[in-house]
Structures are given as structure tokens and as C-alpha cells.
Nanobody
Framework: QVQVVESGGGLVQPGGSLRLSCAAS????????MGWYRQAPGSQRELVAT???????NYADSVKGRFTISRDNAKSTVYLQMNSLKPEDAAVYYC??????????????WGQGTQVTVSS
């Protein structure tokens, strides 16, 4: 089993910054993709940013130029640096880890979520 633990959420004023962290641990053979999703009240969960093992990144249009995803493969950790935060960025942010087991099976794991509130 794989454990996924996020941290770094909180309250920030519009225009401010936050850095989210997500660490994966447990029975990890290899990590395929690490990413961040978010879900605001009354909305569906949406992709924020992903980072593949090959180094490719993908961002939602709404966060391009403001958010940066990075990863430390040695620590099985992914980060999300969020700058110039807007009230519409407020949501519960979830970390997603996709792993490949030794037998080739692809597994999908989610963290418990961390709240980001953007308000003055």
C-alpha cells in the first residue's frame, strides 16, 4: 500500500503565495505521475498540474504562469508553488500519485486533501 500525505495549505490573502507538499511512502516500485487536483464546494475535482517521471509537466490554463509543480524523486515528494493567488483558487487541493507495481499494474492513490483559502 502507498500512503500519500499533503501539507502546506492555509489562509492567504489575494496576491499571496503558498507552497503545498505531498510525500508518498510505502510499497512504491516506481512513480509514473505526481500531480495536484482541486475541488471547490459545489464543483467537480479538476486538474491543477501534473509531473511525469520523464519530466513533462501539464497545467490547467487557469494556473499557468502562477503555479509551478516540481518533484524530488529521491524523496517521492511533489510540490506546488502557488503565487499570485486569487479567490477562485480557493479549494481543497488533493495530491495524486500514479505508480507502477513490479508486475506492471498501474495504481492510483490520493491524499486526504489540504484546504487552501484565499481571502482578505
Amino acid at each position: 500500500q502507498v500512503q500519500v500525505v499533503e501539507s502546506g495549505g492555509g489562509l492567504v490573502q489575494p496576491g499571496g503565495s503558498l507552497r503545498l507538499s505531498c510525500a508518498a511512502s510505502g510499497s512504491i516500485f516506481s512513480i509514473v505521475t505526481m500531480g495536484w487536483y482541486r475541488q471547490a464546494p459545489g464543483s467537480q475535482r479538476e486538474l491543477v498540474a501534473t509531473s511525469t517521471a520523464g519530466g513533462s509537466t501539464n497545467y490547467a490554463d487557469s494556473v499557468k504562469g502562477r503555479f509551478t509543480i516540481s518533484r524530488d524523486n529521491a524523496k517521492s515528494t511533489v510540490y506546488l508553488q502557488m503565487n499570485s493567488l486569487k479567490p477562485e483558487d480557493a479549494a481543497v487541493y488533493y495530491c495524486n500519485i500514479i505508480t507502477r507495481a513490479r508486475n506492471g499494474v498501474i495504481l492510483n492513490f490520493w491524499g486526504q486533501g489540504t484546504q487552501v483559502t484565499v481571502s482578505s
